[in-house]
């Protein structure tokens, strides 16, 4: 619901993928449920999307599911106006593609080549929509502590820059643009390698296949790389004043490097990632069931 798309691999590169942002920050305000996973075995559950979506419904009306929807909706379009403006700047037609009569050296330098280009289209994309990002973000999480802080975009714009100065517009912006980077080289070089030396030429789908590895690899390779995501979306909201930004919810990081190792050292750093399936982080014996 609050997530909007860019086209092709930019899907994946958002990686937000519908993920309520809420989750990401630790806010669980509905209990855990019994289940069974695969070997039958008693486990806890969070609550999925689909319920944290009704209880949204129940608490704001149908409307809080839209909260930082146009600030989204914003950053989008000025992310793929950037990037066709890059991409005319320096258009891929100036470019070699890569071609299955090239031999591996020369495949190897036009995909290197390539996603050089596509890193320095997103790059600046990210750099150029990040602000608004930061303002969905807010916006978002405000659900957490029933806060009216960022109420519309332009006074957004107005209090960030009191409160934090030009500097307040970038925050986390390192850690989404390193997400970005290793997601890029990842998913094209594993795509090149799978496609050059796992694709056999003589089957008969073939061509088929290798167009559609990029995009596996892409969805893969996202998974890899949501922690980057989350750090960058954590670091948005950490000690701007909300509550979903401060304790207990979160300390007062000083660093994104600092907000990483405290999720890595509670095991979140995948927190949020999950639509569905959500275990809980306890297991199923720690609670009474009847």
């Given at each position: 619901v609050w997530v909007i798309l860019d086209?092709?691999?930019?899907?994946?590169?958002d990686r937000g993928l519908l993920t309520g942002f809420p989750l990401q920050v630790g806010h669980e305000p509905l209990p855990p449920t019994v289940g069974r996973n695969v070997l039958g075995r008693k486990v806890l559950y969070l609550p999925g999307f689909f319920t944290y979506a009704r209880h949204i419904?129940?608490?704001?009306?149908?409307?809080?599911?839209?909260?930082?929807?146009t600030p989204r909706l914003i950053s989008s379009t000025l992310s793929t106006l950037t990037r066709g403006s890059v991409k005319k700047a320096f258009p891929l037609e100036d470019m070699e593609h890569v071609?299955?009569?090239?031999?591996?050296k020369t495949s190897l330098r036009k995909v290197v080549k390539e996603t050089s280009h596509e890193m320095m289209m997103q790059c600046v994309s990210r750099v150029v929509s990040h602000p608004l990002h930061v303002i969905s973000m807010r916006c978002m999480v405000q659900f957490v502590g029933r806060e009216v802080k960022y109420s519309g975009v332009l006074s957004a714009i107005a209090r960030i820059l009191k409160e934090e100065g030009i500097l307040g517009f970038f925050v986390g912006l390192v850690p989404h643009i390193l997400g970005d980077v290793i997601f890029l080289w990842c998913c094209n070089l594993l795509a090149h390698f799978i496609n050059t030396y796992a694709v056999d030429d003589n089957f008969s789908q073939a061509s088929v296949i290798r167009s559609y590895t990029k995009f596996v690899m892409g969805i893969a390779v996202s998974m890899l790389t949501y922690p980057f995501l989350l750090v960058g979306d954590l670091m948005a909201v950490n000690n701007c004043g909300l509550r979903a930004g401060?304790?207990?919810?979160?300390p007062a990081f000083t660093s994104w490097i600092h907000c990483w190792r405290y999720l890595s050292a509670q095991a979140q750093l995948f927190r949020g990632s999950s639509l569905l399936f959500r275990r809980a982080p306890m297991p199923a014996s720690c609670f009474p069931i009847d």
């Amino acid at each position: 619901v609050w997530v909007i798309l860019d086209q092709g691999l930019q899907e994946c590169q958002d990686r937000g993928l519908l993920t309520g942002f809420p989750l990401q920050v630790g806010h669980e305000p509905l209990p855990p449920t019994v289940g069974r996973n695969v070997l039958g075995r008693k486990v806890l559950y969070l609550p999925g999307f689909f319920t944290y979506a009704r209880h949204i419904v129940d608490v704001d009306g149908t409307r809080g599911l839209f909260r930082g929807l146009t600030p989204r909706l914003i950053s989008s379009t000025l992310s793929t106006l950037t990037r066709g403006s890059v991409k005319k700047a320096f258009p891929l037609e100036d470019m070699e593609h890569v071609s299955n009569k090239d031999d591996v050296k020369t495949s190897l330098r036009k995909v290197v080549k390539e996603t050089s280009h596509e890193m320095m289209m997103q790059c600046v994309s990210r750099v150029v929509s990040h602000p608004l990002h930061v303002i969905s973000m807010r916006c978002m999480v405000q659900f957490v502590g029933r806060e009216v802080k960022y109420s519309g975009v332009l006074s957004a714009i107005a209090r960030i820059l009191k409160e934090e100065g030009i500097l307040g517009f970038f925050v986390g912006l390192v850690p989404h643009i390193l997400g970005d980077v290793i997601f890029l080289w990842c998913c094209n070089l594993l795509a090149h390698f799978i496609n050059t030396y796992a694709v056999d030429d003589n089957f008969s789908q073939a061509s088929v296949i290798r167009s559609y590895t990029k995009f596996v690899m892409g969805i893969a390779v996202s998974m890899l790389t949501y922690p980057f995501l989350l750090v960058g979306d954590l670091m948005a909201v950490n000690n701007c004043g909300l509550r979903a930004g401060l304790p207990p919810y979160a300390p007062a990081f000083t660093s994104w490097i600092h907000c990483w190792r405290y999720l890595s050292a509670q095991a979140q750093l995948f927190r949020g990632s999950s639509l569905l399936f959500r275990r809980a982080p306890m297991p199923a014996s720690c609670f009474p069931i009847d």
